[in-house]
């Protein structure tokens, strides 16, 4: 069963590095056809764009661990009474994982150079990360939120990362991100998410069989 859920993994890895090459030889394409500037104008794009709010999942986790039923057990460890703090914890930590990568990577945002691939001198603030756009932080909280709600909750899952996939979608539409900057924040949100849900199974007592990607 361990050796079975590590070779899933890997695979899960390898079709994510796959997916961000992928995305990466597309940028230019989606540049110049993947275009609404008015995508925040309206509601749907507004709701996406906060699924990228990390404010948005202290909220969520706050109700979940309220709604929590294993508050009222008393044969519940604490790791497992406090379940509802996962989404929160994962798109903080995807959050600041994005903040690291994008003062090593560097790179700043489409709209600022027509498009083109520019990099900042470590010579000029070093160590802020305002213009940088690989990854997306809207997109990396949105994933790292998102797919451990589909952890926690497999048979939804797909909305979830329907939810997700839009939200990173918006960056891409209002130019604010390469397509390589939302894909590479979703492998990172994903991958942030998937360590830290087997984490706290490890914590909490549970046997680690996930069904949920």
Not at 9 to 19: D, G, H, K, Q
Not at 124 to 144: D, R, T, W, Y
Not at 168 to 190: E, I, M, Q, Y
């Amino acid at each position: 069963m361990q050796y079975r859920h590590g070779h899933s993994t890997a695979v899960a890895i390898a079709l994510l590095v796959a997916a961000f090459l992928a995305a990466t030889a597309l940028d230019g394409w989606a540049y110049h056809h993947l275009v609404r500037p008015t995508i925040y104008d309206g509601d749907l794009g507004r709701m996406l764009r906060v699924a990228g709010f990390l404010p948005t999942w202290a909220i969520v986790s706050i109700a979940l661990v309220l709604c929590d039923p294993s508050w009222r057990g008393s044969t519940v460890t604490p790791w497992r009474r406090w379940r509802g703090v996962l989404p929160f914890a994962s798109a903080a930590l995807a959050g600041l994982a994005g903040e690291v990568l994008k003062l090593l990577l560097r790179r700043e945002r489409p709209e600022a150079h027509a498009g083109g691939y520019v990099f900042r001198s470590w010579s000029v603030h070093p160590f802020s990360s305002a213009g940088f756009a690989l990854p997306s932080s809207h997109a990396i909280v949105a994933f790292g939120a998102l797919a451990m709600l589909a952890r926690m909750y497999p048979r939804a899952r797909w909305i979830f990362f329907a939810v997700a996939g839009g939200c990173a979608l918006t960056r891409v539409l209002a130019r604010a991100h390469f397509l390589s900057d939302v894909t590479l924040a979703g492998v990172v949100g994903w991958l942030v998410a998937s360590t830290l849900w087997t984490w706290w199974r490890m914590r909490s007592g549970c046997v680690v069989n996930d069904a949920a990607p």
